[in-house]
């Protein structure tokens, strides 16, 4: 089974641009499609990006398309989230997690879970 350990959040300002990381562990990882989804206090996890198993086709919620890129390389067992122009309202803790079947924006579709980043956008 994968272990999933998310890295690289951080304050950034409004405007700025980061990379998070999600390493897994163990050799399936190219066997599941991939998700990065988002949590901010007081509201509920939303769906942010997705990728399928091969790396070719991907998604993207409708408030971080074009700003936001999801990749993975699948000789490293690295997810990766590249966020460009961050907002406030990207403010969040941001989890990767893995599914059986790419294309789902909904958690309760993915059934591997890391422990989360922050990123923090000031404006």
């Known amino acids: 089974q994968v272990q999933l350990v998310e890295s690289g959040g951080g304050l950034v300002q409004a405007g700025d641009s980061l990379k998070l990381s999600c390493a897994a562990s163990g050799r399936t990882f190219s066997t599941y499609a991939m998700g990065w989804f988002r949590q901010a206090p007081g509201k509920e996890r939303e769906f942010v990006a997705g990728i399928s198993k091969g790396g070719i086709i991907a998604n993207y919620a409708d408030s971080v398309r074009g700003r936001f890129t999801i990749s993975r390389d699948n000789i490293e067992n690295t997810l990766y989230l590249q966020m460009n122009s961050l907002k406030p309202e990207d403010t969040a803790i941001y989890y990767c997690?893995?599914?059986?079947?790419?294309?789902?924006?909904?958690?309760?579709?993915?059934?591997?879970w890391g422990q989360g980043t922050l990123v923090t956008v000031s404006s």
């Open positions: 997690a893995a599914a059986d079947y790419s294309g789902s924006v909904h958690p309760g579709d993915y059934t591997l």
